[in-house]
């Protein structure tokens, strides 16, 4: 596929698994390339999907994105208030 394909397929995947994300009850946040093309409205190419979600939906969303063919790589991220932080 060429990069136009990709970013079509890719784009129409998105919003399949954000429709079906919602019906399982998992909130979604988009990141990465298509974040930056949605917010600034520019061209940006990107092969792939950047997803964050809460740990309860994970499980839930692995089964639909390997249906899609996606592959899934775990990262554990917290966020710290800034008055958490040890100085």
Do not use: C, F
């Amino acid at each position: 596929m060429n990069e136009e394909q990709v970013e079509s397929r890719s784009l129409l995947d998105l919003a399949r698994i954000i429709r079906e994300a919602g019906k399982l009850g998992a909130g979604l946040i988009l990141i990465g390339g298509y974040a930056v093309k949605a917010y600034t409205h520019g061209y940006r190419y990107t092969k792939d999907i950047d997803l964050v979600a809460d740990k309860p939906a994970i499980g839930r969303l692995k089964g639909l994105l390997n249906s899609l063919g996606y592959s899934i790589r775990d990262t554990d991220l917290v966020l710290l208030a800034p008055s958490e932080l040890k100085r």
